[in-house]
């Protein structure tokens, strides 16, 4: 049984208008008491100052601040001190945290679900991630508007990236600024969010007004499945590789109020033809064929993960991750069937679940690519003529295209 103080964690790319429904949140709580927390990238926390201005909270200390730097990952201890001090010092009935435009979700929600001062304090309740619905359309659609952009001080990530890694860790979505998109628009950013991560709740808001209760003590946040049940995730089995060592990389009728635009009508494929599909094979890729394709994926695949297997390569699995025109290759871990029998069998017994071949072991490419409008027979064609053919994996492949061991990931971005 939950008995800490509730915590709503706010994430989302840069301007899409957290401060904006945090503001709303101060203004709009139905009479609950909020403490919030602001997180800025900046030397002078902008959104802080922002959310002070007009509100009482600001008085007795419940607007704190957290500036240079980013709470996901080198402002961490500051984060976890801040939060223990406004239990400590004052009485309210959530938190809210609204993290930088460029945080990663997962390290701020293990800081509320670990042994940390933190968690001792809190119960962690609803990640909910806000995007621009405009500018989430122009990332993933034709439009290059946005693409070329990068997380401050990341040359290699762009932010349509980390984009979907912040709506794929969300139990809430809020698909902002919706004024400014027509309806037909807003249904397809809604239908690619929902394949994205098909168990969180999407609202259409207009200025960040949504109703307190969609996203304060909700109970949504579940540890077993906030951030597992991504789209890709759910369309691929649960594969160990022997990496378990490495890092872990509406209400109302008008749009001034949230619009809960539901999940009972028509699916996907029925209305926009939003799908998914898994490609798996027992055989590796070409390292330049695979690199080409990466580099010339259709524009329907939206997002495209997985692990995959590269001949030259029989001691590494590598990961693939794709969001709109950008893609990233990077060592995953090495493959189980790889290492010392002793240390191989022990992984094995420890994870019964792992899909193992006589041959190969563990070795094995699994992708999935979730769009709109994918000739899936043409794409799975192009993906089998990357793999090696029986002359090449008799005469051997030297892979130099991608990195190796603690090499930095491979950014490729698509034609």
Partial sequence: ????????????????????????????????????????????????????????????????????????????????????????????????VEASGISEPAPIARLFTTGSRAAAAYDLDTMVTVVDAERFLAAFGDDDRVERETAPGDTDRPLSDLMVEQIEYADVVLLNKADLVDEADLDRAERLISELVPRATVYWTTHGRIDAGKILGTGLYDPGETGAGAGWQQGTSEHAHGHADSADHADGADHDQAHDHGHDHASPDEVYNVSSFVYNRRRPFHPERIRELFGDLPASVVRSKGVFWVAGRDEEALLVSQAGPNARVEVLGPWLASL???????????????????????RRTELVFIGQDIDEDALVTRLDDCLVTDEEWDEGVVDETFPTGDEESLAIRIR
Avoid at 346 to 353: A, G, K
């Fill in 1 to 96: 049984m939950r008995d800490g103080i509730p915590v709503t964690v706010l994430c989302g790319p840069l301007g899409a208008g957290k401060t904006t429904t945090v503001n709303h949140l101060l203004e709009n709580n139905d009479g609950r008491s909020i403490a919030v927390l602001v997180n800025d990238m900046g030397s002078v926390n902008v959104d802080a100052d922002l959310l002070s201005a007009g509100t009482e909270l600001a008085a007795d200390g419940g607007v704190a601040e957290l500036s240079n730097g980013c709470i996901c990952c080198e402002r961490q201890d500051d984060l976890e001190t801040e939060v223990a001090r406004l239990a400590s010092e004052r009485e309210f009935e959530s938190l809210v």
């Fill in 340 to 362: 010392p029998e002793i240390e191989r069998d022990l992984y094995r017994s420890n994870r019964p679940d792992v899909e193992w071949d006589d041959e190969h072991g563990d």
